[in-house]
């Protein structure tokens, strides 16, 4: 009986809780109904909110977005492409000047085709938040918006045009490198070239150049670029084998040269000229010593190969074996003038010869006639000299180079005086039995004396070394013809 009426309480119990949580029930749905409403509610508002964003800029770029600080954000692509279009316009006035010596090339805006890229960056600028991956997306439009995304645009240009400007200057500018040769055989250099340092455009810095240039001027915002010249970076390509380290008689360097011209002179002289030339070329003068140009030249005749050709000889221009030898005398006084060396001997022409003065003032000459009349000059240095010798037919120019080691002496020769002059006599006709009848052959050229001098001074270190006053007495010379008599 007593388990049985526990029983019932307990039932009695469960009902009562049952009865109280059917009240409670109620309220807990209208919270939850709420709820999810209002989760519900705040979902469509982002959605739609979303909607109408992404409507507004369906066609347009996001907000933020900046392309070289400018924003661009709410703008079309076709705007930006516009903008960028527009911009590109200051670079047609631009204009580039290449320069190297007297080497010089110049690009316009036009030729180099200097733009922006506008399409690339209106590409870039709408494709923020439009990477079709959700959350990349949603970050990147929320980067924009907050906080700003800069693009940095790209230039353009022609670099096919660039490419083919600086190839054709580096051909015009790129020196190869030459190593020494130098062989000594019988007391005389009979092999010589002294080393070349080379040189070579630097294509890639110039581009390098051109590209920091053009971006200097989008940076600077510039409206209207000034032209500008770029000075081409051009590298020394040393040799392998120098002057120097090529022989031990320290050779080393050009110190000092000499030129002159032999236009008109007829295939005799030129002949005489060059073989002369050739028996100076590669002769060594050893610290201390005198070089006399009759003892290096040696026998002038027909058995050494001279030819005839016009000489003074006895106040007349007469055919003599040789003829054209002074010129190769003349131009090493010279070479040894532009060196600095101490003259122990020289002697002016009896007249003023035509040839010395193509390219040259009155008075720097030096005849030579052995054995009264020698050129000679000491190597005063403390290294060897080499002599060499370049003659050239087709310009009608022969050269002495001089070739030691620089000591620091600088030559400074003061322009030819001419103090006074005499005019030529009358005018000498020859009868000349090789030549037809009725021909006339001029073979020398009137010139007026004169008397001149110039005063040549050697310094170093600030002090003058040496100092010496040359004088020339020319006498009055007529034009001479030649007429023929052959029948």
């Known amino acids: 009986m007593v388990k049985e009426k526990k029983s019932t309480f307990v039932n009695n119990l469960s009902d009562k809780d049952k009865t109280h949580s059917h009240k409670k029930n109620p309220l807990l749905h209208f919270v939850a109904y709420l709820s999810t409403g209002s989760i519900i509610g705040v979902m469509v508002l982002i959605v739609l909110g979303v909607y109408n964003f992404e409507k507004t800029y369906q066609d347009r770029i996001y907000p933020g977005v900046r392309i070289d600080g400018v924003l661009f954000g709410g703008k079309k692509p076709i705007e930006v492409e516009q903008a960028f279009d527009n911009k590109s316009q200051q670079f047609k006035q631009l204009s580039i000047t290449l320069s190297f010596e007297d080497k010089i090339a110049t690009l316009s805006g036009n030729e180099l085709a200097v733009s ?264 005063d240095t403390s290294h060897y000299l080499l002599i060499q010798a370049k003659t050239d037919k087709q310009n009608s120019s022969l050269t002495f180079e001089i070739y030691g080691t620089n000591d620091g002496r600088k030559a400074e020769i003061s322009k030819p005086v001419i103090l006074s002059q005499t005019p030529p006599p009358a005018d000498l006709f020859q009868d000349e039995p090789t030549l037809p009848r009725g021909v006339v052959k001029q073979v020398d050229w009137k010139a007026w004396g004169a008397k001149v001098n110039f005063e040549y001074k050697v310094f170093r270190n600030g002090e003058i070394i040496n100092q010496q006053t040359f004088f020339s007495n020319f006498q009055p010379w007529q034009a001479i013809f030649l007429r023929g008599t052959k029948d």
């Open 116 to 379: 922006y890229d506008s399409k690339l960056s209106s590409v870039q600028a709408y494709s923020i938040g439009r990477s079709n991956h959700l959350l990349s997306d949603i970050y990147q439009k929320w980067k924009a918006a907050t906080s700003g995304i800069n693009l940095t645009s790209l230039l353009k240009l022609n670099t096919d045009l660039v490419d083919e400007m600086l190839t054709n200057l580096a051909s015009d500018i790129d020196i190869e490198t030459e190593d020494a040769l130098f062989q000594f055989e019988k007391n005389k250099v009979t092999l010589f070239r002294p080393s070349k340092t080379g040189r070579s455009l630097n294509i890639k810095q110039t581009k390098n150049m051109i590209q920091s240039f053009i971006t200097t001027l989008t940076q600077q915002d510039i409206p209207n670029p000034q032209n500008i010249t770029l000075i081409l970076p051009v590298e020394s390509i040393l040799p392998n084998i120098t002057t120097e380290n090529s022989n031990e008689f320290g050779i080393k360097e050009l110190i000092g040269s000499g030129r002159s011209k032999f236009v008109g002179s007829i295939p005799q002289r030129v002949h005489n000229i060059e073989l002369a030339a050739s028996k100076i070329n590669g002769r060594l003068v050893q610290p201390g010593a005198v070089f006399s140009f009759n003892e290096a030249l040696g026998d002038v005749s027909a058995t050494t190969g001279f030819q005839p050709a016009y000489i003074i000889k006895e106040g007349r221009t007469v055919l003599g074996d040789g003829g054209g030898v002074c010129q190769v005398s003349t131009t090493l006084f010279r070479a040894a003038l532009s060196t600095g060396l101490p003259i122990v001997e020289r002697h002016a022409h009896a007249y003023r010869v035509s040839y010395y003065e193509q390219d040259s003032s009155p008075g720097l000459d030096a005849t030579v006639y052995a054995p009264g009349y020698d050129l000679k000059f000491k190597n």
